[in-house]
């Protein structure tokens, strides 16, 4: 499903252009820069029109455009061309321009969703515009005083706290884990059953009828062990939903500390530097079997090694960690079985809700109130209540500022020395 397309300059009115052609052919990297899967070559087109260049140095067009097309991440892109697909639908609604826009139609805009949205959710749809207005090569209307200060009032009159998930702490993940490898474990033992009716009078008839339930065992097993693998990996290592389905099997690497998972890019390395963070034995190698993350992962390779073995498909470094899987056993996804398929974020927010299920305890622990960010809300909570000091949290989380690591620390913190215990009440 493509995102919402940013309207093209055939779609708008003329407007001044540096070119006086009427139509600022700017616009028209708008959509192509916006989609999901960039145009190459609709990009290049754009900016032949754009820019005079001698006819030597057009070949360099193309890798400008392949410039553009990396200068913002897909997810940002994605979420700029919806923003601005509501932007133009609300000033086409009211009669009123929207590229460009004079400041009072965006101050009248925030005025108008300020009751329906959230004021995260609305600065985003003005870093839109203003993104939009930039690339059409019009100055932002955003910058403008009247639109800034409708920002600042916006802030004071509707300024909460900012929206986010339950952090998933060790003690109710352990009970999560706990029954994951149940499932695991009751698994291996029917597949075992069925193995011991060998030669037994009656076996082949018995086996027929277990074979159903064999095949569902197994596919459930499979899922567990993924989703033990993918909650323990993330819990420890304090990954972002987007950095652990971006994990390949070569990502993560056993050593004699412990597990070394290299993060190629994050939300704060757009850059693509990459980084690594290190999962240590937190108890002694011959235990912690339901709980450590390094076995966990190690269980999962393994048992996805299996798998890719019947369908003769290597365990290449290179090809996804985490993988979809039907409700069959089968990798891949309902209609596209494709081995080297990867999770989505989404899959990783369902994968967390599901597991919250399991501790069968709405009131305490409502799944809706968990998703893919409670892994790492959760580390940093149980880090700062465990009494782990904010830097070398932060080293684990990669936290660029502090205000933002102590959202997450100061939940664990509050019990510490806490001064109403001395009140006497």
Known sequence: ????????????????????????PWLRLLPALADDDPDEAAVTDALLEAVDLPADLAALVEGLADLLENATAVGTRRAYAAD?????????????????????????????????????????????IAVAHRTAGHPSPTSAELVRRAVAGLRRK???RPAGKTALVTAPLAVICGRLHAQETSAEQLVAAAADLSGAPGAAAARRRLAGRVRAAHAGALRARRDRALLLVGYAAALRRSELVALDLGDLTETEQGLQVFIARSKTDQAALGD?????????VDSCAVTCPIRAWAGWRDMLGTELDRLAEPLHPQAPAFRPLTRHGQIGVPGQLDPHARLTGQSVA??????????????????QAYAGHSLRAGFATQAAASGVPLDRIMRQTRHRSVAVALRYIRPGQIWHDNPSAALGL
Request: aromatic share 6%.
């Open 276 to 284: 690594f963070v290190g999962i240590t034995h937190g108890h002694p």
């Open 1 to 24: 499903m493509t995102s919402p397309s940013i309207p093209t300059a055939a779609s708008l009115p003329p407007t001044p252009a540096a070119n006086g052609d009427g139509n600022s």
């Open 350 to 367: 369902l994968i967390v809700k599901n597991a919250v299920a399991l501790l069968d305890d709405p009131d305490r622990h409502p799944p």
């Open 158 to 160: 509707h300024g909460a």
């Open 84 to 128: 601005w697909a509501e932007f133009a639908d609300w000033t086409a609604r009211h009669r009123l321009e929207a590229l460009p826009a004079e400041p009072r139609t965006v101050a009248l805009y925030v005025t108008a969703q300020q009751d329906r949205l959230r004021p995260a959710t609305l600065l985003r749809r003005l870093s839109a």
